[in-house]
């Protein structure tokens, strides 16, 4: 049900570069009802697949695709393989302060929400451990699986 959503979020995040999307935009032919629609929307927040924003004065919601919500659909992110290696690689660079997904984004010029899906992945695969807070998501440590991972890529 929340794949054919977040599929279709990812392809107006790549087709219009941008992050935020209105909800309506969303919407597809088979989408009788509104108030169905937008029920479908906000239940996927809750779960941790979208942050959502509801001003007061439409009726309409931006949402953007979170960190886990990209991971339960990266096989709809265009090249991940590639920005999975991308991030790996700056991770386990020498002396890198490469820990957090917002420096990552920036350098690779790639939504936060996919660089937060390789940590995601990295901590799914106990590669890492992975914190989400205020200054958003990084890097708390390597598992010891993780050392050995990242010390066998250089």
Same mark, same amino acid.
């Given at each position: 049900?929340?794949?054919?959503?977040?599929?279709?979020?990812?392809?107006?995040?790549?087709?219009?570069?941008?992050?935020?999307?209105?909800?309506?935009?969303?919407?597809?032919?088979?989408?009788?009802?509104?108030?169905?629609?937008?029920?479908e929307i906000k239940m996927m927040k809750p779960i941790g697949y979208l942050n959502i924003k509801n001003y007061s004065h439409t009726h309409d919601l931006d949402i953007s695709l979170t960190s886990k919500g990209a991971f339960f659909g990266k096989e709809y992110i265009d090249d991940y393989e590639k920005i999975?290696?991308?991030?790996?690689?700056?991770?386990?660079?020498?002396?890198?302060?490469?820990?957090?997904? /917002?420096?990552?984004?920036?350098?690779?010029?790639?939504?936060?929400?996919?660089?937060? /899906?390789?940590?995601?992945?990295? /901590?799914?695969?106990?590669?890492?451990?992975?914190?989400?807070?205020?200054?958003?998501?990084?890097?708390?440590?390597?598992?010891?699986?993780?050392?050995?991972?990242?010390?066998?890529?250089?």
């Open positions: 049900m929340f794949k054919k959503r977040i599929k279709a979020l990812i392809e107006l995040m790549n087709e219009k570069n941008v992050t935020w999307i209105k909800a309506s935009e969303l919407k597809c032919p088979e989408d009788k009802y509104d108030d169905e629609f937008f029920e999975f290696n991308d991030t790996v690689s700056l991770i386990g660079s020498e002396n890198s302060s490469f820990n957090d997904v /917002a420096s990552i984004s920036r350098n690779l010029k790639v939504p936060y929400a996919f660089v937060g /899906a390789v940590f995601e992945d990295l /901590a799914n695969q106990n590669l890492v451990d992975i914190t989400d807070g205020a200054s958003g998501i990084r890097i708390t440590k390597f598992t010891e699986r993780g050392v050995d991972y990242f010390s066998n890529l250089k």
